[in-house]
């Protein structure tokens, strides 16, 4: 518990202290170096797990990701949505759909299809968090909390009072009661967002005729999206393990 809390402390101050360095430079570099253990962290869950395999992944996202951002991206959020969302409703449902004995018989395709599908989303992740820098740094570090106080309440109301388990065999220790607790935590992070911050706010939540019910809509929706790629990640590790 105690080095959990001091790891989560000291990313955080790490991650700040990037953000308000006052050069995109360094968060792009910050990100490139994010990208590269994530796509290898990735490729590794993925059943590729040969040095070789794992260095060529890298390499390729990499250069992907400086194509794109060489190519002169606009402060704009399209590409990001648009290829990630659809993609990771997709991927985590046919991940979570699938009895778990599936998973860990991976067929060689089914590999292929999950590395592929990780390495655009980790892409368009990377390509959101350096666009929402170039939008408003508030903005990019709220979206951010919106995860740390998920995970957060999850975690601290599962020990307190989780009793339901959410995936038994995929992830005994994530329960129902923490479900609640971080939808419920993020719901009120957004009314406390939309009130002490009214100008430093996505651009869905201000064209909103009702602003803080699309506030409390997209944090929500965010951190379902964060319980989901918990419970894919627990699949993988457990495909991994075997």
Request: hydrophobic letters at 60%; proline letters at 3%; charged letters at 15%.
């Amino acid at each position: 518990m105690r080095t959990r809390v001091m790891t989560a402390v000291a990313l955080l101050l790490l991650v700040v202290a990037v953000l308000f360095s006052g050069s995109e430079t360094v968060w792009v570099t910050f990100l490139a170096v994010l990208l590269a253990l994530a796509a290898d962290e990735w490729t590794t869950l993925s059943g590729f797990r040969g040095l070789w395999w794992r260095a060529l992944t890298v390499v390729f996202t990499l250069c992907v990701a400086a194509s794109r951002y060489l190519g002169g991206m606009t402060a704009e959020l399209p590409f990001a949505l648009v290829i990630f969302v659809p993609l990771w409703i997709v991927g985590a449902g046919w991940m979570l759909s699938r009895p778990l004995q599936e998973i860990r018989g991976m067929a060689l395709a089914e590999r292929w299809l999950s590395l592929l599908l990780g390495m655009v989303c980790l892409l368009a992740l990377a390509e959101a968090l350096l666009q929402l820098y170039r939008i408003d740094i508030a903005v990019l570090l709220a979206s951010m909390a919106v995860v740390w106080v998920s995970d957060s309440a999850a975690y601290f109301a599962g020990r307190r009072f989780g009793k339901r388990k959410l995936a038994p065999v995929t992830s005994p220790g994530k329960s129902w009661e923490g479900v609640w607790a971080a939808l419920l935590a993020v719901a009120l992070m957004g009314m406390i967002w939309v009130m002490i911050a009214p100008t430093h706010l996505p651009r869905l939540v201000i064209v909103s005729s009702l602003p803080s019910l699309a506030m409390v809509a997209l944090c929500v929706l965010a951190a379902m999206a964060g319980i989901s790629g918990d419970l894919v990640e627990s699949r993988l590790k457990d495909r991994k393990s075997t």
